[in-house]
């Protein structure tokens, strides 16, 4: 591989993201060291974790926290209570658990500024409807707006403007990784890239597949325009599962570990064919 600034560049997925966490140990156990970390959605919440401690110890911790009453609480509430809470709003479930989790573990006072490597996180701003990189300032809102799932949480709000989930414009950022200056950039996602669409069945398949379509479109864009001299690997998942494609599966928790382990598998045995 070659040698220059190494970005890990962590992608959303959700539930799913749970993968990352397999990546990432694969990643330290390899002897990769970031020099930047960039995320979005699930993948800004690992990613902050990451900055904050740059070392395979964060893994263990990660593993803990996907694995805690306090992740499965994010999305917790009962059926009846989401549809109560959607038909008063726009959104399925409260924001708290998920600031608390932040704070809790991120520090409810810490700055970007205060994180070991630089790290930053897309959001989708509502009043410009324009990509948002958040690099400085207080780290848990940030975060919390660049995982502000559409329909699932209420915008976030900062400054007095309001964010969504990063997703909707910029899922796996390459892109901006190139941009910082990522000479190697590994790609932590969640493994629906190179998974082929099928038309949509039912009504909640509609506005998932569009999705998908627009956010593979971005991807592949931007690996297109990855210029000379700068090295991407996406690493693998390992492989899904059918239910991951459910629109339950964002609330899906006990397949984590399995997620963890056949990403850290599989990643690990990608990395040792690069350094043979």
């Known amino acids: 591989m070659a040698g220059g600034p190494v970005a890990f560049v962590l992608g959303g997925g959700g539930v799913l993201g749970a993968v990352e966490v397999g990546m990432l140990r694969a990643l330290f156990r390899a002897r990769i060291r970031p020099d930047m970390v960039l995320g979005t959605s699930i993948g800004a919440v690992n990613g902050a974790l990451v900055a904050a401690d740059p070392t395979e110890a964060v893994t263990d911790r990660l593993v803990r926290l996907w694995a805690s009453p306090e992740a499965s609480e994010v999305y917790g509430d009962s059926v009846a209570r989401q549809l109560r809470r959607f038909a008063a709003r726009t959104h399925l479930h409260s924001p708290r658990p998920l600031r608390r989790l932040l704070e809790n573990e991120l520090g409810e006072q810490t700055t970007f500024a205060d994180l070991k490597v630089p790290f930053r996180c897309c959001a989708a701003n509502i009043e410009r409807a324009a990509e948002h990189w958040f690099h400085s300032g207080p780290l848990v809102p940030a975060v919390l707006a660049s995982a502000s799932v559409p329909g699932l949480l209420p915008p976030t709000e900062i400054d007095g403007r309001h964010y969504i989930d990063g997703g909707v414009v910029n899922s796996i950022p390459v892109g901006e990784a190139v941009a910082a200056g990522a000479t190697q950039v590994f790609v932590l996602q969640v493994g629906r890239i190179d998974r082929e669409l099928t038309p949509p069945r039912r009504p909640w ?51 984590v570990g399995r997620r963890i382990s056949r990403a850290y598998t599989a990643s690990r045995r990608y990395l040792d064919s690069l350094a043979r």
Do not use: C, K, N
Request: aromatic share 8%.
């Open 205 to 255: 398949e509609i506005a998932q597949v569009a999705f998908e379509i627009a956010r593979r479109h971005r991807f592949a864009r931007e690996m297109a325009a990855v210029p000379d001299g700068v090295e991407v690997h996406v690493l693998p998942t390992g492989g899904l599962e059918p239910r991951d494609d459910s629109p339950w599966a964002y609330r899906d928790m006990a397949a």
